[in-house]
C-alpha cells in the first residue's frame, strides 16, 4: 500500500498541471463549488483559513471573494484517502457562486434540459 494512503503527513498528489480538485461545503454538507488548487492556493488557505484556488482561465492565484467580499473561511480542511482531491468545510460570507446563486450547483439536469433550483 502507499504510504500516501496510510501515514498522517500532509503530502498532496497534484495533477500533471500542478493542480488538486477541491470541493467546498458548507457546515451542513451543502455543495457550494468545486475549483482547483496549486500547491501555493493550498499553503495559503491553511496559512489564513480562507479559500485560495488556482483559476485556470486567469492563470494566476484568486482569493474566493476577493472582490465580491463572499470569502469562504475554511473551518476544516481534509484530504481524500490517496490524497488527490481535498474537501474544504466552509463558512461562506455570502452566496459562493458568481451568479449570485448560494451554490454553483443550482441547476438541475432533466434529459437534455436545465431546470433552476
Not at 488538486?20 to 468545486?34: E, F, K, P, S
Not at 476544516?76 to 451554490?103: F, K
Amino acid at each position: 500500500m502507499d504510504p500516501r494512503e496510510t501515514s498522517l503527513t500532509l503530502d498532496p498528489k497534484f495533477n500533471s498541471d500542478g493542480l488538486i480538485t477541491a470541493v467546498a461545503t458548507d457546515r451542513t454538507g451543502q455543495l457550494l463549488m468545486v475549483a482547483h488548487m496549486n500547491a501555493e492556493a493550498l499553503a495559503r488557505t491553511l496559512e489564513t483559513r480562507e479559500a485560495v484556488f488556482w483559476s485556470r482561465s486567469r492563470g494566476r492565484l484568486w482569493k474566493k471573494g476577493e472582490t465580491s467580499g463572499h470569502v469562504l473561511r475554511v473551518i476544516e480542511a481534509r484530504i481524500d484517502c490517496d490524497q488527490d482531491a481535498l474537501w474544504l468545510i466552509c463558512d461562506p460570507a455570502g452566496p459562493a457562486c458568481h451568479t449570485g446563486a448560494a451554490s454553483c450547483f443550482y441547476r438541475r439536469i432533466e434529459g437534455e434540459a436545465l431546470v433552476a433550483l
